[in-house]
């Protein structure tokens, strides 16, 4: 079992920045990648991009540029940094990996972002 546990979301402005992390712990041995999905009310879960165990990262069209993710593998966390946040970034955000082809999810955290 992995457990992953997400932190830093809250209420920004447009145009301002969040940074959210994911603690992984529980058998975290052979984790491929991690990554970030995010739903919007009403809308589908989306993935919003990924970081594979070697580093690579590939990200969803519409936060190219403005989204990036790293990990500390030292710490099993990895952080998704938002830049640049639109209206149409708020949802909620939960992080993912895989781990013997299955799937674990956080709870998710909440990002909202004004106008």
């Known amino acids: 079992q992995v457990q992953l546990v997400e932190s830093g979301g809250g209420l920004v402005q447009a145009g301002g920045s969040l940074r959210l992390s994911c603690a992984a712990s529980?058998?975290?041995?052979?984790?491929?990648?991690m990554g970030w999905y995010r739903q919007a009310p009403g809308k589908q879960r989306d993935l919003v991009g990924l970081?594979?165990?070697?580093?690579?990262?590939s990200f969803a069209d519409s936060v190219k540029g403005r989204f990036t993710i790293s990990r500390d593998n030292a710490k099993a966390t990895v952080y998704l940094q938002m830049n640049s946040l639109k209206p149409e970034d708020t949802a909620v955000y939960y992080c993912y990996t895989i781990r013997g082809g299955t799937y674990y999810w956080g709870k998710g955290t909440l990002v909202t972002v004004s106008s």
């Open positions: 529980g058998s975290i041995s052979s984790i491929n990648h």
């Open positions: 970081i594979t165990s070697s580093g690579s990262t």
